[in-house]
């Protein structure tokens, strides 16, 4: 609390105007006057600095005036009377004799507050709150207190400083615990034990799946002194009724979950999290909901469509792969094969249902003569169940979908900053080392790692092959499962491919198998996996037609950001509220494409930051001379609902183009 600055005396300059207030401090019966010349007058101006009149040995006092004030009695720190203050403001016109002050003798309250081992008070101060006007004054370092000059009534005592509580519940008058003060007496023996406020952090809503138990994760927050809080976390039901219970300990940091020991019928529910305290750290709740709804399911890739057929060609893709009621999207791997000239491919769903729908502007794969291109593409199926591909171009090119997962409504799912689980390359990362056999299956563990965790059921992982200098593919599926004929990543010579993929975790592990005619020694492939996602429950993910919200190409530029991106160049671009994306939106799926490129290099895509600089070392986009190079990109939203993109390409540059083609946000 800031000092007010004292000047003692009539302090004010006189001047011809000025006109005097007068009155006397007239004691209650009983009280010795040889306090009066102890007792001060404070003066308050009007946008000036307050200062003090002493009071005669009578009582009287006056006080010059040259505008508007309010006045005040100070008492001495060892009186019992209780400081006055004169109604209203009293003003030139208003000024005159006959303001006397009538102070009421008041009682005293003392007493010690302990604090936990290490903790101090600092500036701390109590606060008095209870009948009369509130008090603050100070505490001593050692906790004692005393103040004297208090009204007659009941109080409680707050201490307002860092985080601190003392005499918990002293907020709410009705359940705090009081004491009384009577005129002329000392309350004394007042003791009480110091506690650290304690909250929960707030998060949003959680999502949970359909027939698995939920898990409600928290925080419990400790912020003043940076003390971790210790001690049982009880999750209650809307009736009260404890459903889960958790014990913290100090290794944990006040991070916990709790899962319950049953699933939570489908719908919307309300828990509560309880924190009891002890001595040292305070009761403290938090109310959550928690959504139970549909679940995400990754799925072994089951090829639905491969045909050479020019124009448009749609499948029923749940009756292609056998999907179970109620789907209303997939993920599936789209690959443009063989293609004889320069075009483009788009899948979609088929919501006319009889292959009449026109395609939506965008692209799902951009391809060229002499190589085969893939990427992730997350589809709505409409209720006709069908799904087209459609090419433009006018170049012949064999046409693939295969289906690695589908959505039963909503899922969860969280997006995270590139990490990587595996580099084969020497003095890389993960538990394969060199390069990669042909026609084998590897199997790594994920789950534990790059922040996926251990009860995670799939992961979505952005897969590169580098280094090959011979034609195939790469595919990862669930682990030890048996190998399927889809491919994730087709690789050629020359060029590092990279495509993303969501895939099913069995025993936390994915398995991968390189397809390739040449022998390791010809063809030393590199494998290299970053996670950006896994299925958690946490956000809803919807997928919606190819929308493009980025073209930086002068003659066809759509969004913000226009020109090529330079090497090291940084852009920022905003994708919550844009086109499809609600503004709650806390993750985007997008399919970025380098256009027109000149050099090679890499585009990385992530979260805008506003408090780190740092670039994330996973490429997002790897790019060749003379191709246009398309990938799928999970990415987390960051602040101010923006991603960014940084082109490291100090040989070259492209244009770039951006198409949402789904998104995550929370209920």
Same mark, same amino acid.
């Given at each position: 609390?800031?000092a007010?600055?004292?000047?003692?005396?009539?302090?004010t300059?006189a001047?011809?105007e000025?006109?005097?207030?007068?009155?006397r401090?007239?004691?209650?019966?009983?009280?010795?006057?040889?306090?009066?010349?102890?007792i001060?007058?404070?003066?308050?101006?009007?946008?000036?600095l307050?200062y003090d009149?002493?009071?005669g040995s009578?009582?009287?006092?006056?006080v %010059?005036?040259t505008g508007?004030?309010s006045l005040r009695?100070v008492?001495?720190?060892t009186s019992?009377?209780?400081?006055?203050?004169?109604p209203?403001?009293?003003t030139?016109?208003t000024?005159?004799?006959g303001?006397?002050f009538?102070?009421?003798?008041?009682g005293?309250v003392a007493?010690?507050?302990?604090?936990?081992p290490?903790?101090?008070?600092g500036?701390?101060?109590?606060?008095?709150?209870?009948d009369?006007r509130?008090r603050m004054?100070?505490?001593?370092?050692?906790?004692?207190?005393e103040?004297?000059?208090v009204?007659?009534?009941?109080?409680?005592?707050?201490?307002v400083?860092?985080?601190?509580r003392?005499l918990?519940g002293g907020?709410d008058?009705?359940?705090?615990?009081?004491f009384?003060?009577?005129p002329?007496i000392?309350?004394t023996?007042?003791?009480?034990?110091?506690t650290?406020l304690t909250?929960?952090?707030?998060?949003?809503p959680i999502?949970?799946?359909?027939?698995?138990?939920?898990?409600v994760?928290?925080?419990?927050?400790e912020?003043?002194?940076?003390?971790t809080p210790?001690?049982?976390?009880v999750l209650?039901?809307?009736?009260?009724?404890?459903i889960?219970r958790?014990t913290?300990g100090?290794?944990?940091?006040?991070?916990?979950?709790?899962?319950?020991?049953?699933?939570l019928p489908?719908?919307?529910?309300?828990?509560?999290?309880?924190f009891?305290g002890?001595?040292?750290f305070?009761?403290?709740?938090?109310h959550r909901?928690?959504h139970?709804g549909p679940?995400?399911?990754?799925?072994?890739p089951?090829?639905?469509l491969?045909?050479?057929?020019r124009?448009?060609?749609?499948?029923?893709v749940?009756?292609?792969?056998?999907?179970?009621?109620g789907?209303t999207s &997939?993920?599936t791997?789209?690959t443009?094969a063989?293609?004889?000239? &320069?075009?483009?491919?788009? &899948?979609?769903?088929?919501?006319?249902?009889?292959g009449?729908?026109p395609a939506p502007?965008?692209?799902t794969? #951009?391809?060229?003569p002499?190589?085969?291109?893939?990427?992730?593409a997350?589809?709505?199926v409409? =209720?006709s169940g069908?799904?087209c591909y459609?090419?433009?171009?006018g170049?012949?090119?064999r046409k693939?979908? +295969?289906?690695?997962?589908?959505?039963?409504?909503?899922?969860?799912?969280?997006?995270?900053a590139p990490?990587?689980?595996?580099d084969?390359?020497?003095?890389?990362?993960?538990?394969?080392?060199g390069?990669?056999?042909?026609r084998?299956?590897h199997?790594?563990q994920?789950a534990?790692?790059?922040?996926?965790?251990?009860?995670?059921?799939?992961v979505?992982l952005?897969?590169?092959?580098?280094?090959?200098?011979?034609?195939g593919?790469?595919?990862?599926?669930?682990g030890g499962?048996?190998v399927? #004929?889809?491919?994730?990543?087709n690789y050629a010579?020359?060029?590092?491919?990279? #495509?993303t993929?969501?895939?099913e975790?069995?025993?936390?592990?994915?398995?991968?198998y390189?397809d390739t005619?040449?022998p390791?020694t010809? #063809?030393?492939v590199?494998?290299?996996?970053d996670v950006?996602?896994f299925s958690?429950g946490?956000s809803t993910?919807?997928?919606?037609?190819?929308t493009?919200?980025? +073209?930086?190409?002068p003659?066809s530029?759509?969004?913000?950001?226009?020109g090529?991106?330079?090497?090291?160049g940084?852009?920022?671009?905003?994708?919550?509220?844009v086109?499809?994306?609600?503004?709650?939106a806390?993750l985007?799926?997008?399919?970025?494409?380098?256009?027109?490129v000149?050099g090679?290099?890499n585009?990385?895509v992530? =979260?805008?930051d506003?408090t780190s600089?740092?670039i994330p070392?996973t490429?997002s986009l790897n790019f060749v001379?003379g191709?246009?190079v398309?990938n799928l990109?999970v990415?987390?939203?960051g602040d101010?609902g923006?991603?960014?993109?940084?082109a490291?390409?100090?040989?070259g540059?492209?244009?770039v183009a951006?198409?949402v083609v789904g998104?995550?946000? %929370?209920?």
């Open positions: 609390m800031a007010l600055a004292l000047v003692v005396g009539a302090a300059p001047a011809a000025t006109v005097q207030v007068s009155g401090v007239i004691l209650p019966d009983g009280v010795d006057p040889a306090v009066l010349p102890e001060v007058v404070r003066v308050s101006p009007d946008g000036g307050s009149v002493t009071v009578d009582g009287s006092f006056t %010059p005036l508007p004030v009695t008492m001495p720190a019992m009377l209780v400081p006055e203050v004169m209203g403001r009293i030139p016109e000024a005159g004799p303001f006397d009538h102070p009421r003798l008041g005293g007493g010690q507050v302990s604090a936990p290490g903790v101090t008070f500036d701390s101060v109590l606060w008095l709150r209870g009369a509130d004054f100070r505490i001593a370092p050692d906790g004692t207190f103040l004297r000059g009204a007659a009534g009941r109080y409680s005592l707050l201490l400083g860092a985080g601190f003392y918990g907020y008058l009705e359940t705090a615990t009081m009384t003060v009577e002329g000392m309350t023996g007042i003791t009480g034990q110091l650290l909250q929960f952090e707030e998060t949003g999502t949970a799946f359909r027939g698995v138990p939920p898990t994760p928290f925080t419990l927050l912020e003043s002194t940076g003390s210790t001690g049982d976390v209650r039901d809307a009736d009260g009724t404890e889960g958790t913290l100090p290794q944990d940091g006040g991070r916990g979950r709790i899962t319950l020991a049953t699933p489908m719908g919307e529910h309300h828990v509560t999290l309880h009891a002890d001595a040292v305070d009761e403290t709740r938090r909901s928690v139970v679940e995400i399911v990754g799925s072994a089951v090829r639905v491969d045909s050479s057929a124009g448009t060609v749609c499948v029923d749940r009756s292609a792969a056998d999907l179970p009621e789907v &997939v993920l791997n789209v443009a063989r293609p004889t000239g &320069v075009g483009y491919g788009v &899948v979609y769903g088929d919501t006319a249902g009889d009449t729908t502007a965008g692209s794969v #951009n391809f060229e002499g190589a085969d291109v893939a990427n992730f997350l589809v709505a409409p =209720p069908r799904i459609a090419t433009g171009g170049a012949q090119v693939i979908i +295969d289906v690695t997962g589908f959505v039963l409504g909503d899922h969860g799912t969280t997006p995270v990490s990587r689980v595996l084969t390359r020497p003095g890389g990362v993960g538990e394969l080392d390069a990669v056999t042909p084998t299956v199997t790594v994920v534990g790692l790059g922040g996926v965790p251990a009860d995670a059921t799939s979505l952005n897969a590169t092959v580098v280094g090959a200098k011979a034609p593919n790469l595919r990862v599926f669930p499962a048996a399927p #004929n889809a491919s994730v990543v010579p020359g060029q590092d491919k990279a #495509n993929t969501l895939v975790l069995v025993d936390g592990k994915v398995s991968f390189s005619g040449a390791v010809r #063809n030393p590199q494998v290299v996996l950006v996602g958690t946490t993910l919807t997928s919606v037609a190819p493009r919200i980025l +073209d930086s190409r003659g530029q759509v969004g913000p950001l226009t090529r991106f330079y090497g090291w940084r852009a920022k671009l905003p994708v919550a509220g086109g499809p994306v609600p503004s709650n806390t985007a799926v997008l399919n970025v494409t380098a256009v027109d000149r090679t290099g585009l990385r992530f =979260p805008v506003r600089t740092e070392t490429s001379p191709r246009d398309p990109v990415v987390g939203i101010g923006a991603v960014s993109f940084y490291d390409s100090p040989q540059d492209a244009y951006v198409d998104y995550a946000a %929370p209920r």
